[in-house]
């Protein structure tokens, strides 16, 4: 199927039904009765779009402004709500461009149906980081689904939604095809006059993965999640899942999982609140090799105070323990069987693999507090310790490469400068020790935002980023540093003459993919023509040390929205 | 004492016969005046003469009547019914008040019950009540009011229900919906009875909290909103209720939405939003959110788990689009399980990163920060662009992760 087609039938059936829809009712409409209306709002429309590009250099996925098709491109939109009391909606966008870019997009919202069509191609290009020099190879990403949702009185609404998503690859040497199909159900429910709420979800994933060492196969899982309440104070609540692989190349092809928590809620007051939960998990392991978790089961508590004016205080502790079986990568009969070109099972290993039950616990604690009128901040501290397990696949004895300790912290303060000034300020911090070798990792990510108020919907954001992170460890002189700040500037406000969006987007990268890059955007709406659009984004990468990889785009787009 | 007893029997009894002999020869004196014209030597500027100074009688007096210019609204003496007014309606009101021609009202500004005494009145702007009456609480002000209709809302806020009978909302005025309590404008703001004239005296959501608002809205999506109580999530304890995202009155956007989706949610979160500014991040588009992904689909705005408020444990929901990353594989790479790791955030960014593909460091450093022991085994630029551990994410091949 071409692109035009994929595109082309979403919009037929969304067209279709705008305009054979029975009492459906575009124009404006009385709402009866002694009501005199002031202005009916013009809620149906249709917007035209076009836009040209110019790229120079090759682009990269994930770019600001999605990919760049090199050349013009039309998009066009409707959007149509019924007249009084009707609770109908039909909206239907589509966007060509000539470079087999693309997308179509419909809504139909029919009280108490609504479905929703999506379909789109992305041809662009993707990272390749797996070779000497990194490059660009194409990539085309293929999305398409559909939902359909029944909504019945608030009481019971469920929903059954498809979606499929392919990539191609092409001229990386690593990157391969990847294919998957998903067809889900879900279905919310109450038990009439209990209180019992409850949600069941189906989900059946078929995965296409042609890359050597992935497995293709299907995946089908069923969720249940049910919360009971026991009077005002204390309410039950759990969720159960149940997953069955069936993979197409593995010795054991037909694996299960099961996951499953419970927990109970106590509120004695507005204030507090208490709650525990037992969590347990069992993963298909029956062809792994190499050390690995079996499953595990963690037992955790957590205390919420909440005295008001939106502050908060909390904190929690989990236990957890884990059903782990370590293979002994140093026996020599092991290294041989690895090594060989035969295909290793786990009976191959049974007899060097050692099953135990490592602990972890992890203490928590956060807040969230309103210092002053203008100080707010709140912060996470977690702690994460005891005996990790223990892997020896570098050296016999040697270190598990999870930690002894890490502590994760994080915190975001915001001051209210004036009525128009906000400051915030972020900061995001790892530290991670390994007492046996006397080594540790730091990572430390800070981040500061200016926000200004300009008066009406008028605002403008200045944010500064920067991460660094430094291994310390004895007798390691090429210790690892990296470097890597961004600035960022949005605006956005009303001119007697035009309304206007600027975006502004530096980077300067000074670990190993050392470059810089600017983006540029603006909106324009001229007030003489409120419904005239203007678009322009300039984008620009700079690579210090590779070439090949400099991009520099132009965009230009205009859209008008005609109303009805 | 017996004569007391007797005094006020008798005194009691005189007031009472009193009382009712002056309101009986008053009201026949009134019905007596009623359509009468006053005398000829009474000019158009001498009604204080019968109906008293309005200057003297409130705090807040409208200006004609001050002025005694009463043939502003009045009909001048002899041009018709004594007292009757020279335009109807809200129009009368209008040919002064002219900044207010887009202030909404169907029938008048007194019949509506806001500026219910014309003349004057203790509070500011003619109101029966102050426009700074204290709110006296969401549910407090609707206390033992009746229910009056939509229509009675229609008249002042005739805009407002424009836009709200083309939108979802709108099922509250299905037939279906026969209780007063669950349909239209008062299943959501409260029986309307004390409201006429009494800024305060409704279910207004600009003064409501977090708790309040979601108590009404739960009302009726308790059961969709799953995920147990919005109340307790991090959006409603810092403040932000339902109507900070939702426009019960709106059409425009999906759920009814103040904006769309990303957009709302940058809007406060700035800080995320220079995040996807950099070189890599996943693909969030403000523009049409319907081209990528939506911050929805890993955020529940409503009583998501934790402080991000995430769907789900990150390692449940990253791999429904990365599903290649899932396994279970022949040999798991051990730190992406969540239960011994961090999962995925162990070395990406969820939301972009200066790095390529969202990680959190772009080089070797990303496998230093576990295998400390392995700082200067490097074979290329680093652990897999050398060519060698390609496949980190766990591997059907190869116990090193190679290709």
């Not at chain 1, 797996?130 to 293929?142: A, F, I």
């Not at chain 1, 949702?149 to 990157?175: C, F, P, S, V």
């Not at chain 1, 540029?520 to 678009?535: E, F």
Request: aromatic share 10%; charged share 20%.
């Amino acid at each position: 199927m071409t692109w035009s087609k994929r595109i082309l039938w979403p919009a037929c059936l969304a067209a279709a039904w705008t305009l054979l829809a029975p009492g459906m009712v575009l124009a404006d409409d009385d709402a009866g009765g002694s009501c005199t209306c002031v202005e009916q709002p013009g809620a149906s429309y249709v917007v035209f779009g076009a836009a040209a590009e110019d790229v120079s250099g090759t682009t990269q996925a994930n770019g600001l402004r999605g990919a760049y098709p090199n050349g013009w491109y039309v998009s066009s939109r409707l959007f149509a709500a019924g007249g009084p009391y009707n609770r109908q909606r039909y909206e239907l966008r589509l966007q060509d461009t000539g470079s087999e870019n693309g997308r179509g997009w419909g809504r139909i919202a029919v009280w108490p149906l609504s479905v929703e069509l999506n379909s789109s191609r992305r041809d662009d290009y993707a990272w390749d980081l797996h070779g000497l020099s990194p490059e660009l190879p194409r990539q085309r990403t293929d999305y398409r689904s559909a939902q359909l949702r029944w909504h019945k009185g608030e009481a019971q609404n469920m929903q059954l939604r498809y979606e499929g998503r392919k990539i191609d690859r092409q001229g990386g040497t690593l990157l391969r095809d990847l294919e998957y199909r998903r067809l889900g159900y879900q279905y919310n429910f109450s038990v009439g006059g209990t209180g019992v709420r409850g949600q069941y979800c189906q989900v059946n994933t078929e995965v296409d993965a042609p890359r050597i060492g992935v497995s293709s196969g299907k995946i089908d899982t069923s969720t249940v999640r049910l919360e009971a309440p026991f009077g005002d104070k204390l309410t039950a609540y759990g969720t159960g899942s149940v997953a069955h692989f069936s993979f197409d190349n593995l010795l054991d092809s037909s694996m299960d999982t099961t996951d499953y928590t419970t927990g109970l809620r106590y509120r004695p007051s507005c204030d507090w609140e208490f709650s525990a939960d037992y969590r347990h998990k069992e993963n298909p392991s029956s062809n792994a090799v190499s050390s690995h978790s079996d499953g595990f089961c963690r037992l955790a508590a957590t205390a919420v105070y909440t005295p008001g004016c939106g502050n908060r205080i909390e904190a929690g502790y989990n236990c957890q323990k884990t059903n782990y079986f370590q293979l002994h990568m140093q026996d020599p009969s092991v290294r041989s069987l690895l090594h060989g070109t035969a295909q290793v099972t786990p009976a191959d290993v049974a007899a060097v693999t050692s099953n135990y039950l490592p602990r972890t616990h992890n203490a928590w604690a956060g807040f969230r507090w309103q210092l002053s009128d203008r100080l707010s901040a709140d912060g996470r501290l977690d702690y994460h310790f005891g005996s990790p397990p223990l892997t020896d696949l570098v050296q016999e004895g040697s270190a598990s490469p999870f930690p002894d300790k890490r502590l994760d912290a994080s915190t975001d303060w915001n001051y209210e400068v004036s009525d128009k000034d906000t400051l915030g300020l972020k900061l995001n911090q790892q530290n991670s020790s390994w007492n046996d070798r006397d080594s540790s990792f730091d990572l430390l990510s800070v981040s500061g935002t200016w926000t200004r108020d300009l008066g009406g919907p008028g605002l403008m954001t200045l944010a500064l980023s920067n991460s660094t992170s430094s291994l310390s460890a004895p007798d390691v002189t090429d210790t690892y540093a990296s470097d890597n700040t961004s600035y960022v500037v949005t605006l956005y406000n009303e001119h007697p003459i035009v309304d206007y969006t600027l975006d502004f987007a530096y980077t300067n990268s000074t670990g190993a993919e050392r470059y810089t890059q600017t983006a540029v955007g603006a909106d324009i709406g001229p007030r003489c023509i409120p419904d005239l659009g203007l678009r322009v984004d300039w984008f620009d990468r700079n690579y210090k040390t590779i070439t090949g990889l400099n991009t520099t785009a132009l965009e230009v787009g205009v859209t008008y929205k005609l109303r009805f | 004492m017996a004569w007391s007893g007797r005094w006020l029997v008798t005194i009691s009894l005189v007031l009472v016969v009193a009382v009712v002999a002056v309101w009986r020869v008053t009201s026949a004196q009134l019905e007596g005046l009623e359509g009468m014209e006053p005398p000829d030597d009474v000019t158009g500027t001498d009604c204080s003469i019968c109906h008293g100074k309005f200057a003297e009688q409130f705090k807040y007096t409208h200006s004609p009547a001050l002025n005694a210019e009463c043939t502003t609204c009045h009909l001048e003496k002899g041009e018709g019914k004594h007292g009757g007014l020279s335009m109807e309606g809200r129009e009368l009101c209008l040919q002064c008040h002219t900044d207010k021609a887009g202030h909404y009202v169907a029938a008048s500004c007194w019949a509506t019950g806001c500026h219910a005494d014309v003349h004057g009145s203790d509070k500011d702007k003619l109101f029966i009540s102050s426009r700074t009456e204290e709110y006296p609480g969401f549910f407090e002000a609707t206390a033992g009011a009746q229910f009056v209709g939509s229509d009675q809302c229609i008249a002042c806020h005739g805009d407002k229900h424009d836009w709200w009978k083309a939108s979802m909302h709108a099922l509250n005025d299905a037939e279906d919906r026969v209780t007063p309590d669950m349909r239209g404008c008062e299943s959501c703001h409260g029986p309307g009875g004390n409201h006429f004239g009494r800024r305060a005296g409704i279910g207004d959501f600009s003064q409501a909290g977090a708790e309040e608002a979601g108590q009404v809205c739960l009302k009726c999506h308790a059961r969709e909103i799953f995920a147990s109580d919005f109340t307790r999530g991090t959006h409603a304890q810092a403040g932000v209720t339902c109507v900070s995202c939702h426009n019960p009155h709106d059409t425009q956007n999906k759920h009814e939405l103040y904006m769309p989706p990303n957009q709302l949610c940058l809007d406060c979160h700035t800080t995320v939003r220079a995040e996807f500014a950099r070189l890599s991040h996943h693909p969030v588009d403000l523009e049409d959110p319907r081209t990528g992904m939506l911050c929805v689909e890993c955020h529940d705005p409503h009583a998501g788990n934790g402080r991000s408020m995430l769907i789900a444990p990150p390692e449940e929901f990253c791999v429904k689009c990365h599903v290649d990353k899932q396994g279970p594989f022949v040999y798991p790479h051990v730190g992406y399980e969540s239960s011994l790791g961090q999962g995925c955030l162990s070395c990406h960014n969820q939301h972009g990163s200066n790095a390529p593909n969202l990680l959190k460091i772009s080089d070797r450093g990303l496998c230093i920060q576990c295998h400390t022991d392995r700082a200067e085994h490097r074979g290329g630029r680093n652990c897999w662009t050398s060519g060698c551990h390609t496949e980190h994410h766990g591997s059907n091949q190869s116990y090193l992760f190679f290709q």
